[in-house]
C-alpha cells in the first residue's frame, strides 16, 4: 500500500495522539451518545444525527435534518432503504478526487450529490509517514495539518447554501473517508454557527473514537501492511480534541472569534444566521 493510498484510507489523514476520548464510552455523556445519534448501517460506521446538543442561549438542534459519516461506497440495499426514511436530499462529499473516485458514494435515487474537495490535498504525503513514526512529532505534525484553513470557504460555505436553502421536510449529510477530520471540522462549522459551545464541539469530533471504531480495527491491520507501526497508525487514526481545538484557536487568532469567521467566510450575515437557526433549532 502506497503513501497516498494511506492518506486516503484515513479521510485527510489527519490524525491525534491516543488520549482518553480513545477510551470513552457510550455511557459517558448522554448528550453525545444519545441513543437517537447514532444511525445503524451494515455497510457504513460513524453515520450520526447531529441533532440533540444544547445551545448557548438554551435550544437544542433539531434531530433527523444534519447528519455526519464515514465512507458510504459500500451501503447495502437495506441501508439505502434506512436513508430513505431520513428523507436526505444532499450529500456533501468532502474527499478528494481519488478518494470519490476509488470508492464512489452509493445513495438512494434523487439525492443530491456535491464534491467539495478544496484541502484534500493539504498534507505533504511524502513525508507524513516517516514523521508519524517517531512519536515525539505526532502531536506538532498533526496540530499543523488542522491549522490550515485557508481552503475551509470553498470547502464548508456550500454546506451552509445548502442549508439555507432546504425545507423543513429535508435534511443533508456530509462526509470523507472516515467521518473524522474533515467532517469533524465541518460538524464544528455547522454546530458553531447553531450556537453549541466549544467544548460539546469537541465530544461530539471525540466520539468518532466510539462510533468509527468497527472500521478502524479493520483499516490498522491493512495499514500495517503499509510500513507503518501499530502505535503510529493508531494515533493516526484517534480522534484528539487538542487537534480541532488547533482549528478554533487557528481561527480566532485569524479572525478575532469564530462569529467573525464565519460572517466573513460562511458569508453568514445575521439574517442568514438567524435563518439558519430559526431551521435547525427547537
Known sequence: MNTLSILCITGCALAASLTTAAQTTPTSDPVVYNPK??????????????????TRDGHHVKWGHIYRSADISKLTDKDLQTLQTLHLTTVCDLRGPQEYQ?????????????????????????????????????????????????????KYKPMFDQLLTMDTTQSLLFH????????????????SALGVDQATILKDYAATDVYWQPGREQIVQRMKQGGLSEEAIKAMLAANPAYLTATFKTINDQYGSMDTFLAQQMELTPDKLATLRAKYLN
Open 37 to 54: 445519534r447514532i444511525v445503524k448501517l451494515d455497510g457504513a460506521s460513524n453515520f450520526r444525527d447531529l441533532g440533540g446538543y444544547p
Open 176 to 191: 470523507c473517508t472516515a467521518g473524522k477530520d474533515r467532517t469533524g471540522i465541518g460538524a464544528a462549522l455547522v454546530l
Open 102 to 154: 476509488s470508492a464512489p458514494d452509493r445513495l438512494p435515487a434523487g439525492v443530491n450529490r456535491i464534491e467539495l474537495p478544496a484541502g484534500s490535498e493539504n498534507v505533504n504525503t511524502a513525508q507524513l509517514p516517516a514523521q508519524l513514526q517517531k512519536a515525539a512529532n505526532r502531536d506538532s505534525v498533526m496540530a499543523a495539518t488542522y491549522t490550515k484553513i485557508d481552503h475551509f470557504k470553498a
